[in-house]
């Protein structure tokens, strides 16, 4: 009995002991497996933070950027998981059997912490923010005229400079000059008391306490107030941030009375100051001013002054006629907004007829008004009615933008063309050229005001007069509740003919509801955040020609946009939830259709061809581009798209040869495209193809630069070592003036022992980056070039040469004399450089680069040499040598007898650790060395980054 219990006892324990072995085995496998998954996953997360890590580190260098706290987090986060991965490897080869065994469920969890990671980084969005700037900004100004003044302007600034004055308040009637005013104070302030840190905000008329909060705490790099909504915690974070600051907050243009306490309570912390702007005395009371400074208008020899300067003729009026400027003048009543304006309209006139005719139009009864502030209007007006047709509907366009709205030029332009604003010229080349004719001249005017060279802006009182031209007809609705009140308004709204929709308010328009505005024909709601629009809403705007939803939130069209068979523009662009559209066939007057950055992938087949008048066409790259369809359209004049390889490009530009397409901008890519976000719509008048992730072995490449300017070629494959292989088949020169090379390993030079140059002879900018097999220029494979390349011809029209991360290269192969009209050269983080220019034996001893105006290079830690002889640059403007320190000569050449420097040099800039370095540079004269110093200038970051350094 004892037997049997014994023999059933080890049989079953056998049996167990069988089973165990073959799970552990199993499960062995599976952990086998399991962590070699691990690693794979790992090592794609190693690679993404390291360059997430790159990308931060070098936007930080600038010193305007930081991580956001969930990058820096992450990237925490990744190094742990990193270091537990290494200790779990570690303890699974110390435990052999039974460490696999054991750790199982461990390199599970692991796992999933790293998909968590991959999973969290995909939605950073921007993975840096603006830190704090340090002072402020300084301010376009314009000269003060006046005694008033330059009195109010002594007076507020000898307040800011006393500790016993907390608060300014600087009033008076629009026009008069209160921001121009503060401007001066605001650039004074930053060059003069370099503790102070000015945190400038327009309030306007229109304004939300959260929006200005929000201003606040993007200057002061408060990162977490977005996640609060509450008003008052808002602001207790506010103060929190500002203490101890030194702070001077500038209000400009205040309405009302504002809750100073909301705003972080500025005037509660120590040595934080408030200046404000208004129209009314009253504001400056309410709101605790302790100095109250009132800006008053012109004296009539005041006036005259402004005038006069805004008038900017070169020579003296004629007695006569400056006879009637002055009453013209004196009409302005001393308002400097009305003078600049008046002035900038009679600018070049010299005709007393038409001096006279334009006092007599002034004068006109019919244009009294009624009070102080309605002079300036008159004067607006009289500008306005002076201007041409298109001059006139272009202007009032940009009364549809919300007030204190920077427009960009390029946009604007965009717009007033879509709508028909400008005369249809030629080509849409020619229609640009126009518009922006147009806008210099309304900036030339004063009716605009220029922000900057790509940006404007309209005075509020300009804007306000635009908007009494164009009363019941022009409406800018901003806010979600004016909107509603809008919509169950009733009849007057019939009279509408343009209407702009700009409410970051979620507004989700109800079944049913409808705009009954039978004469609207321009409706733009872009840049709202409603993500429906109902079936109704349009059903009843059956004059409507040009529709704009960019960059709004919605998901889905009505399909009642099918019925707009009058729509002769229809902008999608940036609607990126956007990803279907329904059939919209029956658009046969449709001139205009842009898709670009939405979600959409494919479009109905055939679509297209019920567009015959269709001249600009934009889809997301997302799609490919129906190559068939497209080149069917007889009136296409700008087409940006993708396809999908070398032939469909080459099928669009035979087609293209007899229905020539002014403007293109087409991608030729096979893998990812996360790339393309950054492109914007500014770059699309550049005639350029940009080819991505191909295999263009045996393709004929010579389609990618006949009649094309720019070409970039990123991440492609099957490209010969030389980049003339390349283009074997191209027989004349083309007409390629940019190349971009990036990340395509194949390429080793540019030229070899080739002596046809094509390619190159009218190129003026080439850019390679990234290139880990990349040897030099050009390189001599065996005997030497027989004959001699003509290097001059080859380079004769190069102003731009840039190359970074090249990390073979040695020896650049510059030739001495091959480039006549560089004006200039960066060389940016390539590792193993040694040398850029070579003079070879008979060459000479001075190399002449006669209109170099910057060399930048940075991180060099190799380079030795700059040049082997003496290099003459009489336009140098700027030299930069950041961190290029086994440099061991300057090889400028000037002459040392005339006692300064090259007159051209403004600076050279190096970092704050070069120092040393730099006073340890050999020179060809000894007094160069003591000339130049005054033009050195020490930074601690670096001042020109190289493309292949910007975040994709």
């Keep these: 009995m004892l037997n049997q219990i014994t023999d059933s006892f080890f049989s079953k324990l056998m049996k167990k002991l069988v089973d165990y072995a073959f799970d552990t085995f199993a499960a062995k496998k599976n952990f086998e497996s399991t962590l070699q998954t691990l690693k794979n996953n790992l090592n794609s997360l190693s690679q993404k933070a390291f360059d997430i890590q790159d990308k931060i580190n070098n936007a930080e260098l600038s010193g305007k950027k930081k991580r956001k706290r969930e990058v820096e987090e992450w990237l925490k986060q990744v190094k742990i998981i990193e270091n537990e991965v290494c200790r779990l490897e570690s303890e699974v080869q110390t435990q052999g059997f039974f460490g696999k065994f054991f750790n199982e469920d461990q390199g599970t969890e692991l796992n999933v912490k790293v998909h968590q990671l991959v999973e969290q980084c995909q939605h950073f969005g921007e993975l840096l923010v603006n830190v704090y700037e340090t002072m402020g900004e300084k301010l376009l100004t314009t000269n003060l005229c006046g005694e008033r003044f330059k009195a109010n302007s002594k007076r507020i600034w000898n307040l800011c400079k006393s500790d016993e004055v907390s608060s300014i308040g600087i009033y008076g009637m629009g026009g008069v000059g209160k921001t ?94 408030l200046i404000l702007t208004t129209r009314s005395f009253e504001v400056c009371c309410r709101m605790g001013c302790q100095e109250k400074v009132e800006v008053q208008k012109l004296h009539t020899n005041e006036a005259w002054d402004l005038f006069k300067q805004k008038l900017g003729l070169d020579m003296a009026l004629a007695p006569e006629v400056e006879k009637i400027a002055k009453s013209m003048a004196k009409v302005c009543d001393g308002l400097p907004l009305g003078i600049i304006v008046l002035a900038g309209s009679m600018r070049d006139e010299t005709s007393i007829h038409v001096w006279r005719n334009e006092l007599d139009k002034l004068r006109d009864p019919s244009m009294v008004q009624d009070d102080e502030e309605d002079e300036v209007f008159k004067v607006l007006k009289y500008s306005f009615d002076r201007l041409d047709l298109n001059h006139k509907l ?23 063309i879509s709508e028909e604003l400008v005369n249809k010229r030629k080509s849409r080349r020619s229609q640009l050229d126009q518009g922006h004719l147009i806008l210099n001249k309304l900036v030339k005017i004063c009716l605009l ?63 049913g509801m409808s705009i009954d505005c039978p004469n609207l024909t321009t409706l733009i709601c872009g840049r709202h955040n409603s993500k429906f629009i109902s079936d109704s809403f349009m059903s009843r705007l059956d004059n409507l020609c040009f529709l704009n939803l960019s960059g709004s939130e919605i998901e889905k069209l009505p399909n009642s946009f099918s019925n707009l068979e009058k729509l002769k523009s229809l902008d999608l662009s940036y609607c990126q ?40 066409l934009r889809l997301p790259y997302r799609m490919k581009a129906p ?30 040869k007899s229905q020539f397409v002014d403007m293109f901008h087409i991608l030729v890519f096979e893998l990812d495209y996360e790339w393309v976000s950054c492109l914007q719509r500014s770059s699309f008048c550049k005639n350029q193809v940009k080819a991505h992730g191909c295999d263009l072995k ?66 003026e900018q080439i850019s390679l980056m990234m290139l880990p097999n990349f040897i030099a220029l050009f390189r001599k494979i065996g005997a030497a070039i027989q004959p001699p390349p003509p290097q001059a011809i080859v380079f004769s029209s190069l102003r731009f040469l840039e190359i970074s991360k090249c990390n073979r290269m040695r020896k650049l192969g510059l030739p001495s004399s091959a480039f006549p009209n560089l004006e200039k050269i960066q060389i940016v983080k390539c590792d193993e450089l040694e040398e850029i220019i070579e003079v070879q034996e008979g060459e000479g001893q001075v190399v002449s680069l006669p209109k170099l105006k910057e060399m930048s290079l940075c ?42 420097p090259p007159h051209t ?27 130049l110093q005054p033009l050195v200038k020490f930074v601690y970051w670096q001042r020109s980054i190289a493309r292949s350094e910007l975040p994709l």
């Design 180 to 273: 121009a005013l503060v401007k001066h104070i605001n650039n004074k302030i930053l060059e003069k008391r370099k503790e102070k840190r000015i945190c400038w905000i327009t309030v306007s008329q229109v304004f939300s306490i959260k929006k200005l909060q929000d201003e606040i705490a993007h200057f002061i790099g408060l990162r977490d107030l977005s996640n609060e909504e509450n008003e008052e915690k808002r602001a207790a974070r506010l103060k929190q941030a500002i203490s101890g600051k030194n702070i001077i907050l500038i209000l400009d243009d205040v309405w009302e009375n504002l809750c100073l306490e909301k705003l972080g309570d500025p005037l509660r912390i120590k040595d934080c100051r």
């Design 394 to 416: 272009c202007f009032l366009r940009c009364s549809l933008y919300p007030e204190d709205f920077i427009i960009n030029k390029e946009e604007l332009v965009d717009r007033c």
């Design 449 to 511: 005001e220029s922000v900057d060279q790509s940006r404007v802006k309209m005075h509020d009182l300009v804007r306000a007069m635009a908007l009494k031209i164009t009363k019941r007809k022009y409406m800018v609705i901003s806010d979600s509740w004016s909107l509603k009140e809008i919509l169950s308004e009733g009849d007057w709204i019939k009279d509408l003919e343009k209407v702009c929709l700009m409410c970051k308010d979620v507004i989700e328009i109800p079944e």
């Design 577 to 616: 939830n956007l990803v279907d559209i329904p059939d919209l066939g029956k658009l046969k007057k449709l001139r205009e259709f842009d898709l670009f950055a939405t979600a959409i992938t494919k479009l109905p087949q055939g679509l297209f061809l019920h567009f015959p008048l269709l001249e600009v």
């Design 627 to 656: 190559v068939e369809e497209i080149v069917s359209l007889k009136c296409l004049e700008l087409f940006n798209g993708r396809v999908e390889n070398v032939s469909d490009l080459n099928k669009y530009f035979t087609y293209r």
């Design 698 to 763: 045996n393709e004929d490449l010579s389609v990618l630069v006949q009649d094309i300017p720019s070409l970039t070629l990123k991440k492609c494959r099957g490209l010969s070592n030389s980049l003339l292989h390349a283009f074997a088949r191209l027989s004349k020169p083309s007409s390629l003036k940019a190349l971009t090379i990036w990340d395509c390993r194949e390429i080793e030079c540019l030229l070899d022992n080739e002596s046809r140059f094509p390619l190159l002879r009218n190129l």
């Design 859 to 900: 991180n060099l830690p190799r380079l030795k040499s700059i040049c082997n002889t003496t290099m003459s640059c009489d336009s140098i403007e700027i030299i930069e040598l950041i961190e290029c320190r086994e440099l061991k000569k300057l090889p400028l050449h000037f002459d040392p007898t005339s006692g300064c």
């Design 905 to 931: 040099l403004k600076a050279i800039w190096l970092t704050g650790g070069d120092k040393e370095w730099w006073e340890s540079l050999e020179w060809e004269h000894p007094t160069h060395s003591h000339l």
